[in-house]
């Protein structure tokens, strides 16, 4: 029979630009938080995280943001190039294990 | 290079069969976790060993099971395979087993016929 894939929400953005990748959360007692990006035919990679003292983090060219009052989580991604084209998880981490989203295809034109 | 290995990278099989994917963590890495890929469920976590324990459990079938060794190594079995477990499946380690970053393999990746 036909196979469906999941549909992820994908976003296109123009080399150079930043993207902003957004990610809802479910459970209001998760104390942790991860960024993963995913290429074809790879294993997750780690990109950043937070703990739920904090509300913004900062790394290499990405800062994730946190706002637990309405369980929101985002990733952007300064001056993307094409090298950031993947798919985007979130995660949450509940009693040890990492809880993930559904995900974010982001795609970067030249 | 995540310092976290997998294999096979490839493993095909009939139905009903019975296959063990095996995992080698990052050195220093006490905990391992399990996760299933598939097109229609997203990234599901199986099961989590932490220095040979078991320490939590997802949506694990009860035809699968794992076990991690006094070297840390992790073995997952998979029984009574069916059409509906092809997907790919991944191991990841951390040094804690809360609240740090996992390292992921690159997969197994499992087709059953």
């Known amino acids: 029979g036909e196979s469906v894939g999941l549909h992820l929400p994908t976003l296109s953005v123009q080399e150079g630009d930043n993207s902003i990748i957004n990610c809802a959360y479910s459970?209001?007692?998760?104390?942790?938080f991860i960024w993963y990006k995913q290429e074809s035919g790879k294993g997750p990679q780690f990109i950043i995280d937070?703990?739920?003292?904090?509300d913004k983090r900062q790394g290499q060219r990405v800062t994730v943001l946190l706002n637990k009052t309405v369980k929101h989580l985002s990733l952007q991604i300064a001056a993307t190039q094409p090298g950031d084209s993947a798919v985007y998880f979130c995660?949450?981490?509940?009693?040890?294990?990492?809880?993930f989203g559904q995900g974010t295809e982001l795609s970067v034109k030249p | 290079d995540s310092g976290v290995t997998q294999t096979p990278k490839h493993l095909i099989t009939a139905t009903g069969q019975r296959v063990t994917l095996r995992c080698s963590p990052r050195?220093?890495?006490?905990?391992v976790y399990w996760y299933q890929q598939s097109l229609d469920q997203g990234l599901q976590f199986l099961i989590q060993?932490?220095?040979?324990?078991?320490?939590a459990k997802g949506n694990i079938l009860e035809r699968f099971s794992a076990q991690q060794f006094p070297d840390l190594h992790s073995e997952l079995n998979l029984s009574s395979l069916e059409l509906g477990d092809s997907a790919l499946y991944f191991c990841?380690?951390?040094?804690?087993?809360?609240?740090?970053?996992?390292?992921f393999g690159n997969g197994t990746r499992l087709t059953v016929t």
């Open positions: 937070i703990r739920s003292n904090m």
């Open positions: 459970n209001s007692a998760s104390d942790y």
């Open positions: 050195s220093g890495d006490l905990s």
């Open positions: 990841a380690s951390s040094r804690q087993g809360t609240n740090s970053p996992l390292h």
């Open positions: 995660a949450e981490g509940e009693g040890g294990k990492l809880i």
């Open positions: 060993y932490y220095n040979g324990e078991e320490r």
